[in-house]
């Protein structure tokens, strides 16, 4: 199974900002297209953003609008989420998804907790 190296999670103040990685470890897996998603505790997994691989085009949900950037490296499929002012409400688990023609993969997610 295809690999989704998750990393950048960690404790962050109100206003503070994050920067998380994912990167694919399998060089024969190349997705089209690379999502964030996030599962608060008690809650269901949502939608946060997502990007296109080769034409980079992004979505975002509402709620982190204005305050989430997207990024990815064509080269070696991997996808970054910058998260600027951090509300205690983007508290969750956050996993990496990346879409492939050969199939869909995980990565194991990586914690996100703001507080003061």
């Known amino acids: 199974q295809v690999q989704l190296v998750e990393s950048g999670g960690g404790l962050v103040q109100p206003g503070g900002s994050l920067r998380l990685s994912c990167a694919v470890s399998?060089?024969?897996?190349?997705?089209?297209?690379m999502r964030w998603y996030r599962q608060p505790f008690g809650k269901e997994r949502e939608f946060v953003a997502l990007i296109t691989i080769a034409a980079g085009v992004t979505d975002y949900a509402d709620s982190v609008k204005g305050r989430f950037t997207v990024s990815r490296v064509e080269a070696n499929y991997t996808m970054f989420l910058q998260m600027n002012d951090l509300q205690r409400e983007d508290t969750a688990v956050y996993y990496c998804?990346?879409?492939?023609?050969?199939?869909?993969?995980w990565g194991q997610g990586t914690q996100v907790t703001v507080s003061s």
């Open positions: 998804n990346a879409e492939a023609m050969t199939g869909t993969s």
């Open positions: 399998d060089s024969t897996f190349k997705p089209y297209t």
